[in-house]
C-alpha cells in the first residue's frame, strides 16, 4: 500500500547519508512530508528499535502534523497514542510528538536516547541552544545511523543562526560542509514551492495569498526560499518610516503603549512609552517615554503622561509590573486634587515572540503609514 511517495528534493532528504540536514527554504516546500515519510522509511528499514522525536514550538503547531501523520501511517497499521502523542508503528519503532515552546525544556530530554530528531519549522526558535540540546539524545546501543533534520523558511526569529550554519558556507545547498569546531559534516538540502506539485495543483491560489501574507522582501524570501531576501540590520527599513514636521490639528483617536520593567539596574531593560496618534493616514508617533525605575516612580510616570497627552486608551501588558501597573492605574490616580480613573486597556501581544509581531505589521512601515517627528530628543534612540 502505498499512502506517500517523496517528490523531488524530499528523495535527497530520504537518501542524504549526512547526519545533520537543513531542510527546506520555500513556504508550502513540503518539509512535513519530507520529515514524517523519512521517519517511516527509516522505521521501516531498521525496524523496531528505531526512536524518534519530532518536535515543533509549540502544541498548535502540532495540530495540522498530527492529522497528516495520521493519513499517512494509520493505513500501515500503526498505532496513535494520543494521551502520549506517540506514534507506536506496526513493527514497535516509536515517533514521539512534543512542542518545545520555552527553550529550558530541552534539558528535561537530557537522558533520553533516539535515533532520530525532526526539528520542524526550526525557524520559530530564536536561539539554537535547545536545539544542539536535542541533538545530544541521538544515541543508540544497536548500531542505527543517527539522523537530525532541521526544517525552516528564511525570515523567521531564528534565520541568521540558520543561515549562518547552514547556508553561508554552501548557499545553492546540496553540498556537504565540515563543522569547523566538531569535524562533523552538515547539508543544506533545498525545497522551494514549485517541487511541490500536490499543493500546486489543489490549491492553485496559494501563491496569491502568500503575496499577500506581508511585506515585498518576506514574499520574496517565502516564494523563493531566498536566503537573503531578509532586509539587512532589521525587519523595518529606515526608508519606510515617513516624517512630520507639524502634528495633525486632531487625531481619530491618541493611544498611549507601556513595556514596563521592574529594576532600575543598568544592566536591565527600561520601562517605555510611546505615545501614538492615528488619523486616516496612517499612526503618528508623537513622544517617547523611555526610563529605568523602581515601581513608585513607574505609577507616577504613567499618571504624568496620560495627563500630558489625555489618550483615549493606555496598553499595558499583562505580566509581571504591568499587572500591578493596571491594578492601580484602574483605581484612578490623584491629579490636580482630583481621583482620575485612567482609561487602562490590559493587552497580551499575539504572536509567539516579537519578531512574529513585528512581522505582522511590518506592511503598514513599508506603506508608508507609520510617521516619525523630523526633530525630538528622543529621536535618535
Not at 190 to 211: F, G, H, V, W
Not at 234 to 248: C, E, S
Not at 342 to 363: H, L, Q
Amino acid at each position: 500500500m502505498i499512502t506517500w511517495s517523496p517528490p523531488g528534493p524530499q528523495t535527497a532528504l530520504l537518501t542524504c547519508p549526512i547526519e545533520d540536514i537543513l531542510y527546506g527554504g520555500a513556504r508550502g516546500g513540503g518539509k512535513t512530508d519530507g520529515f514524517l515519510g523519512k521517519w517511516l522509511m527509516r522505521s521501516q528499514h531498521y525496524g523496531g528499535k528505531s526512536k524518534g522525536l519530532f518536535v515543533r514550538r509549540s502544541m498548535p503547531e502540532l495540530d495540522e502534523v498530527i492529522g497528516r501523520s495520521q493519513e499517512i501511517f494509520t493505513p500501515l497499521g500503526a498505532t496513535w497514542k494520543a494521551q502520549k502523542s506517540t506514534w507506536i508503528m506496526a513493527n514497535g519503532a516509536m515517533l514521539r510528538l512534543r512542542s518545545l515552546e520555552r527553550d529550558a525544556d530541552a534539558g528535561k530530554y537530557q537522558g533520553h536516547s533516539y535515533t532520530d530528531i525532526y526539528i520542524d519549522e526550526g525557524g520559530n526558535f530564536p536561539d539554537p541552544a535547545p536545539i544542539d540540546k536535542l541533538n545530544a539524545t541521538l544515541r543508540n546501543p544497536y548500531g542505527i545511523p543517527s539522523s537530525f533534520n532541521v526544517s525552516a523558511n528564511p525570515g523567521g526569529p531564528g534565520h541568521e543562526w540558520i543561515k549562518k550554519r547552514y547556508i553561508d558556507p554552501a548557499p545553492l545547498g546540496m553540498r556537504p560542509v565540515t563543522d569547523e569546531s566538531s569535524g562533523e559534516k552538515r547539508i543544506y538540502i533545498p525545497s522551494r514551492l514549485e517541487d511541490n506539485q500536490l499543493l500546486m495543483q489543489n490549491d492553485p491560489k496559494y501563491i496569491a495569498r502568500i503575496r499577500k501574507s506581508g511585506p515585498s522582501w518576506l514574499v520574496q524570501a517565502w516564494l523563493k526560499g531566498d536566503w537573503n531576501a531578509t532586509p539587512e540590520g532589521g525587519l523595518l527599513k529606515a526608508q519606510w518610516f515617513k516624517r512630520y514636521n507639524v502634528q495633525p490639528s486632531e487625531f481619530l483617536r491618541v493611544i498611549q503603549s507601556w513595556d514596563t520593567a521592574y529594576k532600575p539596574e543598568q544592566v536591565n531593560d527600561p520601562s517605555v512609552c510611546t505615545t501614538w496618534g492615528e488619523t486616516r493616514q496612517g499612526w503618528y508617533l508623537l513622544d517617547v517615554f523611555r526610563e529605568r525605575m523602581e515601581y513608585p516612580a513607574l505609577e507616577r510616570a504613567a499618571a504624568s503622561l496620560y495627563e500630558a497627552w489625555r489618550p483615549q486608551g493606555v496598553l499595558i501588558e499583562d505580566k509581571g509590573s504591568g499587572q500591578s501597573l493596571i491594578q492601580e492605574l484602574k483605581a484612578g490616580v490623584d491629579m490636580n486634587q482630583s481621583k482620575v480613573r485612567i482609561p487602562v486597556i490590559a493587552i497580551g501581544p499575539k504572536g509567539i515572540n516579537k519578531v512574529d509581531r513585528v512581522i505582522a505589521v511590518s506592511s503598514l512601515f513599508e506603506a508608508g503609514m507609520v510617521f516619525l517627528p523630523e526633530v525630538a530628543p528622543w529621536l535618535l534612540d
